[in-house]
Nanobody
Framework: QVQLVESGGALVQAGGSLRLSCAAS????????MGWFRQAPGKEREFLSV????????YYSDSVKGRFTISRDNAKNTVYLQLNSLKPEDTAVYYC????????????????????WGQGTQVTVSS
């Protein structure tokens, strides 16, 4: 049984930073690309970033490029998302997800292209 558990969400002031973590279990972590999404109330789930299984390739959405950084520690079965220069519009529930495609990382931005999801962690940015 694959499990993804996010943590690190919090209430933070605009301009602040957070580091989100996603701990994985139930499959060989390093074989799978891992993505981060977010969903604000009344909005669709939005792709943010994805990292290859080895960690050598990364993609970011234009909305977070330069502010957010994805990384992973395969020894700890954990993927991270560093959030810097936070804005009120970054307020959302943040989710990690597993991309089952394997092989060379191909950019997948649709939630349907990911097979397992965490429960989410709330990030609230106050102005």
């Amino acid at each position: 049984q694959v499990q993804l558990v996010e943590s690190g969400g919090a209430l933070v002031q605009a301009g602040g930073s957070l580091r989100l973590s996603c701990a994985a279990s139930g499959r060989t972590f390093s074989m799978y690309h891992m993505g981060w999404f977010r969903q604000a109330p009344g909005k669709e789930r939005e792709f943010l970033s994805v990292i290859s299984g080895s960690g050598d390739r990364k993609y970011y959405s234009d909305s977070v490029k330069g502010r957010f950084t994805i990384s992973r520690d395969n020894a700890k079965n954990t993927v991270y998302l560093q959030l810097n220069s936070l804005k009120p519009e970054d307020t959302a529930v943040y989710y990690c997800a597993s991309d089952p495609s394997g092989g060379r990382l191909v950019l997948h931005q649709r939630p349907s292209e990911y097979d397992y999801w965490g429960q989410g962690t709330q990030v609230t940015v106050s102005s």
